[in-house]
Nanobody, 122 residues
Framework: QVQLVQSGGGLVQSGGSLRLSCAASGFSVDNFDIGWFRQGAGKDRERIACISHQGGGSSYLSSVNGRFTISRDTAKNTVYLQMNNLKTEDTAVYYC???????????????WGQGTQVTVSS
């Protein structure tokens, strides 16, 4: 069965850190670009980080660049998102998604994780 299973998330104070995990089954993270997305209340889902399966290069939304780090563990078939110096505006539901390439539209994501809530309090 092809799926992405997320873990991590929760409630953290402003300035704190969290790590999200996205474990793939039924396919290899080496064959897809894996992105992290978030959707705040009343907002569209946006890609905030992505790691390419070709060369492992990563890209970030400017608002998280320097605070968030995406990484991939091929042996565990898992992609992570380390989030540091969290801000209240980072509060959202976070999703991981697999797509053909990082530069595609959100609608082109092939497989989605189930989503996890991240709440940052002031």
């Amino acid at each position: 069965q092809v799926q992405l299973v997320q873990s991590g998330g929760g409630l953290v104070q402003s300035g704190g850190s969290l790590r999200l995990s996205c474990a793939a089954s039924g396919f290899s993270v080496d064959n897809f670009d894996i992105g992290w997305f978030r959707q705040g209340a009343g907002k569209d889902r946006e890609r905030i980080a992505c790691i390419s399966h070709q060369g492992g290069g990563s890209s970030y939304l400017s608002s998280v660049n320097g605070r968030f780090t995406i990484s991939r563990d091929t042996a565990k078939n898992t992609v992570y998102l380390q989030m540091n110096n969290l801000k209240t505006e980072d509060t959202a539901v976070y999703y991981c998604g697999a797509s053909a390439f990082c530069g595609g539209y959100v609608q082109e994501v092939i497989h989605w994780g189930q989503g996890t809530q991240v709440t940052v309090s002031s």
